[in-house]
């Protein structure tokens, strides 16, 4: 397995490019499904689960391509993707391709809404959580659809289509919104999705299946109408940026100082998480290029912070701002409300001399002078990360193991931040 090698200390400055989203880009390409036209993608990243997903759309019949490297690009450029699903040849998601990644579980609504049927595998993923699929079963079943659980695969069946109904989500959730609404765009009359998620993934979704011919409103609020249609057409979208990717390098940028510009990047897709950081001393301006980030003399100041659904603070910055924290003046406290296993990474930053202490979904973090180097273990995507702002901070070497991690949610990490001064490089074998 790859290792990632630091050696903590320098400051970070010049320039990061954002990738697209790859929360956004994942429920793009299984919207292919919908349709018997290509689908074309732009800004789509080079991601582990990208190519894990290009193997199970390939398995139900869609075929994919890559538009090659344009002049001028260098390799950070977002790809540019085709997806057909001209015939659907094949209703099941097997479980040994749904097991590598949970969001391939959304393929079962648009299988149900266009084909009548589909067998879906349980899903896997990180393990932070239990994350039950409870939400989606309930909603397409309130669309008309039978499902059974058997030896672990979801049977959908609605041989006479989908019908249009009203969803009341009981929390709200980001997979079972995206999987909803792209199952309702097929659906006979009109569906209601309640306590709907608001994440700009879900936007960007939804204007997606707009220019596939969807007929939604109110996408981005809690309540979102689906009018059904007989029938999608291709279009062509570009993904947006990765608010994510986003806030973990200016956390990084915060962590060591310095002076970053990241490009493409929207700082109103991450208002609370920006916020968050000019509280705990960084220097936030928007540009005509993007978002600049500058950290220069001044320490850390300890910030309390909870997480929450969009827009509040995202869970999934939650381990980068804990490493964040561990070098910052005070103590803070930092709750997470989303997911009920999301500290694993506690125990790795330990290992760096961060000083936490957990009781239940609340970790206090008390801020130390310096973080020393050691070997350290990834455990899911964000932790892995945060794993990487702590070892740019921290005196010595850092080997951070199992990056594998990683390459599923960052876009040539070290090749950004060794641009920007870090230094860092990848260890093959």
């Known amino acids: 397995m790859d290792r990632i090698r630091l050696r903590g200390g320098a400051p970070l400055e010049g320039t990061i490019p954002i990738s697209g989203a790859k929360n956004a880009a994942l429920p793009l390409m299984i919207a292919s499904l919908l349709t018997d036209e290509t689908l074309t993608l732009e800004n789509v990243p080079r991601l582990r689960d990208v190519q894990q997903l290009f ?12 538009e090659g490297k344009r002049a001028g690009q260098d390799g950070m450029s977002g790809q540019t993707i085709h997806l057909c699903a001209r015939a659907i040849v094949d209703t099941t998601a097997p479980y040994e391709l749904v097991s590598t990644m949970r969001a391939s579980f959304w393929v079962i609504g648009p299988l149900v809404a266009r084909m009548g049927v589909a067998r879906v595998s349980l899903p896997g993923g990180c393990a932070i959580g239990t994350r039950p699929v409870d939400f989606f079963i309930q909603g397409l079943q309130q669309l008309g659809a039978e499902i059974e659980i058997d030896q672990g695969y979801a049977i959908a069946k609605a041989p006479n289509g989908l019908k249009g109904g009203r969803v009341d989500l009981p929390r709200v959730s980001v997979g079972a919104t995206h ?3 792209m199952a309702a765009s097929l659906a006979k009359g009109e569906t209601l999705i309640t306590n709907a998620a608001r994440e700009p993934e879900i936007t960007d979704l939804a204007a997606c299946l707009t220019a596939m011919g969807a007929k939604i409103e109110g996408a981005g609020t ?8 007989d029938r999608l057409s291709g279009a062509r979208h570009r993904v947006l940026p990765d608010r994510i990717e986003t806030g973990t390098y200016a956390m990084a940028v915060a962590m060591t ?3 970053v510009t990241l490009d493409h990047a929207r700082a109103d897709l991450l208002s609370a ?16 290029r993007g978002i600049r980030v500058r950290r220069n003399g001044a320490g850390i100041r300890a910030v309390d912070v909870t997480t929450e659904p969009f827009p509040g603070f995202p869970t999934d910055l939650q381990a980068q701002f804990m490493a964040l924290m561990t070098r910052a003046r005070g103590t803070c406290r930092i709750t997470e409300t989303i997911f009920e296993n999301r500290f694993m990474h506690v125990q790795e930053l330990a290992r760096l001399g961060a000083k936490i202490h957990l009781d239940g979904q609340v970790a206090t973090v008390e801020g130390v002078d310096q973080l020393r180097g050691a070997p350290v273990m990834a455990t899911d995507l964000r932790a892995s990360v945060s794993l990487v702002i702590a070892g740019l901070a921290a005196e010595g070497e850092t080997m951070i193991n199992r990056v594998y991690h990683l390459d599923r949610g960052f876009e040539r990490l070290e090749d950004k931040l060794g641009r920007c001064g870090a230094d860092i490089e990848r260890i093959s074998g």
């Open 55 to 66: 193997h199970i759309l390939s398995n139900h019949g869609v075929d994919w391509s890559v």
């Open 179 to 181: 999987t909803l609404m």
């Open 257 to 259: 100082g310095g002076d």
């Open 273 to 288: 998480p920006l916020s968050i950081l000019e509280e705990a001393g960084a220097e936030i301006t928007n540009t005509n």
């Open 222 to 229: 809690p309540e979102i109408v689906i009018q059904g249609v």
